[in-house]
């Protein structure tokens, strides 16, 4: 019960922050991806801790353990081995 709570309010709010070319999918045991192409490094926190708090908050309504999440971005590691 708690994973689909979970995965709908994963997909409400990545809809409602992200663009229709991003990307979520769903990776199991209550895990989800959200893959942000053309965001940059600065944005990227931004639109993750909208949705981490979004979610949250509805957790927070309805009485349910909030979620926790871990982000990276490939950009990062790109400019860092090339030095950009």
Not at 41 to 59: C, F, G, H, M, W
């Amino acid at each position: 019960m708690l994973g689909e709570i979970l995965s709908g309010l994963a997909i409400e709010h990545f809809h409602k922050n992200c663009r229709s070319d991003d990307f979520l999918g769903y990776i199991g045991k209550n895990k989800v991806l959200f893959i942000l192409f053309n965001c940059n490094i600065e944005d990227t926190p931004k639109v993750i801790d909208r949705i981490y708090s979004a979610i949250n908050k509805q957790l927070l309504k309805q009485k349910l353990p909030r979620v926790s999440v871990i982000h990276g971005s490939i950009a990062q590691k790109l400019a860092a081995q090339y030095k950009v």
